[in-house]
C-alpha cells in the first residue's frame, strides 16, 4: 500500500509513518520545512516538499499519482492565528481532497477534532482562535462528507498526549470528553487505512477499554 500524508512531520504523521514502513508499506509525508527531511527518513517515510497553502490541486495531484490513500494530519498548530486555521486546516484539507480526486485516489483518512463543526458559536471554547479552528475544521469535515468520489473517513481525537499508546480505545459517535495517547490515534488510522468498512464514518476516538480493532468493529 501506497500512503502519502500531509503534514508529515506532525507527532501523529511521524507515528503512522514509522507503523507503515515497518510493516513493508510505502509511505511518504508531504512537508513544507526541508529540514524535516531527516526526521521523516528515520521514520521510513519519503518526503515531498509542498506548501499547501501554496499550490494548486493539480500540481498536488502530481505527488499522489500511484498511491493507495491520503490521510490529512497537517495542522497550523499552535501560536498560529485564525486565518491560519482557514487557509490551512480547512483550504489545506480541501485542496488535498480536489488533488486526490484529480490523481484518482479515493481513499481519504481526515485526523479532525472533537467538537469540530463549521457553525461552531462563538461561545464553544475559551477563545477566539480556537473557535476558528473548530469552524475549519467542521467546514472541511462538512465538504469532504459530500464528495462520492472519495471513500473518505474522519477521525476525531480527544485531548492528545504523548504518553505510550495502550492499543485501548473508545470509539463512538459521541465518546464525551477524555484524552487518548497520539500512538494510539497513529494506530486508529492504521487500522481504518486496512479496513474498508470505515468508509464514510466519522467518530471520536479517546482512550478506553477495547482493543482498536473491536471498537472499529463495533461502530
Given at each position: 500500500?501506497?500512503?502519502?500524508?500531509?503534514?508529515?512531520?506532525?507527532?501523529?504523521?511521524?507515528?503512522?509513518?514509522?507503523?507503515?514502513?515497518?510493516?513493508?508499506?510505502?509511505?511518504?509525508?508531504?512537508?513544507?520545512?526541508?529540514?524535516?527531511?531527516?526526521?521523516?527518513s528515520e521514520a521510513g517515510a519519503e518526503a515531498i516538499v509542498v506548501d499547501l497553502e501554496n499550490?494548486?490541486?493539480?500540481?498536488?495531484?502530481?505527488?499522489?499519482?500511484?498511491?493507495?490513500?491520503?490521510?490529512?494530519?497537517?495542522?497550523?498548530?499552535?501560536?498560529?492565528?485564525?486565518?491560519?486555521?482557514?487557509?490551512?486546516?480547512?483550504?489545506?484539507?480541501?485542496?488535498?481532497?480536489?488533488?486526490?480526486?484529480?490523481?484518482?485516489?479515493?481513499?481519504?483518512?481526515?485526523?479532525?477534532?472533537?467538537?469540530?463543526?463549521?457553525?461552531?458559536?462563538?461561545?464553544?471554547?475559551?477563545?477566539?482562535?480556537?473557535?476558528?479552528?473548530?469552524?475549519?475544521?467542521?467546514?472541511?469535515?462538512?465538504?469532504?462528507?459530500?464528495?462520492?468520489?472519495?471513500?473518505?473517513?474522519?477521525?476525531?481525537?480527544?485531548?492528545?498526549?504523548?504518553?505510550?499508546?495502550?492499543?485501548?480505545?473508545?470509539?463512538?459517535?459521541?465518546?464525551?470528553?477524555?484524552?487518548?495517547?497520539?500512538?494510539?490515534?497513529?494506530?486508529?488510522?492504521?487500522?481504518?487505512?486496512?479496513?474498508?468498512?470505515?468508509?464514510g464514518r466519522t467518530f471520536e476516538v479517546v482512550s478506553g477499554e477495547e482493543p482498536i480493532a473491536?471498537?472499529?468493529?463495533?461502530?
Amino acid at each position: 500500500m501506497r500512503v502519502v500524508i500531509a503534514g508529515g512531520h506532525g507527532k501523529i504523521a511521524l507515528l503512522l509513518e514509522r507503523l507503515l514502513s515497518q510493516r513493508g508499506d510505502s509511505v511518504a509525508g508531504l512537508i513544507r520545512n526541508t529540514d524535516h527531511t531527516a526526521d521523516l527518513s528515520e521514520a521510513g517515510a519519503e518526503a515531498i516538499v509542498v506548501d499547501l497553502e501554496n499550490t494548486s490541486a493539480d500540481e498536488l495531484a502530481g505527488h499522489l499519482a500511484g498511491s493507495d490513500a491520503v490521510v490529512f494530519a497537517a495542522g497550523a498548530g499552535a501560536g498560529s492565528g485564525a486565518e491560519r486555521k482557514r487557509t490551512l486546516d480547512r483550504d489545506g484539507a480541501i485542496l488535498l481532497a480536489d488533488a486526490a480526486e484529480a490523481a484518482g485516489v479515493r481513499r481519504y483518512v481526515m485526523v479532525s477534532a472533537m467538537g469540530a463543526d463549521a457553525d461552531a458559536p462563538d461561545d464553544v471554547a475559551d477563545d477566539a482562535v480556537m473557535v476558528a479552528y473548530l469552524r475549519a475544521k467542521g467546514a472541511a469535515d462538512d465538504d469532504i462528507r459530500r464528495r462520492d468520489t472519495l471513500d473518505w473517513t474522519i477521525v476525531r481525537p480527544g485531548l492528545l498526549t504523548d504518553d505510550a499508546g495502550i492499543g485501548r480505545v473508545q470509539i463512538a459517535d459521541k465518546t464525551g470528553r477524555n484524552s487518548i495517547p497520539r500512538a494510539d490515534v497513529a494506530a486508529v488510522l492504521l487500522a481504518v487505512l486496512d479496513d474498508a468498512e470505515t468508509a464514510g464514518r466519522t467518530f471520536e476516538v479517546v482512550s478506553g477499554e477495547e482493543p482498536i480493532a473491536d471498537a472499529l468493529a463495533a461502530r
